[in-house]
């Protein structure tokens, strides 16, 4: 069982920047696929931004050039650093590590965007 804890959402205007971190609950990256997405309301979950099981980085088009994904293995966590916000950026952020038919999210952080 793996768990996932996000933290770092909040209240910013338009413009400013915030950082998201996951802490997981062992030592998974050299396994799971991590990554966050957002849900804003009335709205599907969407994909953010991910590691692929690869290594490599993957962004939704609406954010590439404003948001970074990075992690620290040594801290077991993945962060999200979202700068330029806009208000469409406003939704519940989620932590998510995937491997194989393993799938799991973390309870979600809120992040709004004030215009």
């Known amino acids: 069982q793996v768990q996932l804890v996000e933290s770092g959402g909040g209240l910013v205007q338009a413009g400013g920047s915030l950082r998201l971190s996951c802490v997981a609950s062992g030592s998974i990256f050299s396994r799971y696929a991590m990554g966050w997405y957002r849900q804003a309301p009335g709205k599907q979950r969407e994909l953010v931004a991910a590691?692929?099981?690869?290594?490599?980085?993957d962004y939704a088009d609406s954010v590439k050039g404003r948001f970074i994904i990075s992690r620290d293995s040594a801290k077991n966590t993945v962060y999200l650093q979202m700068s330029s916000l806009k208000s469409e950026d406003t939704a519940v952020y989620y932590c998510n590590a995937k491997w194989y038919l393993h799938d799991y999210w973390g309870q979600g952080t809120q992040v709004t965007v004030s215009s």
């Open positions: 590691f692929t099981s690869g290594g490599s980085t």
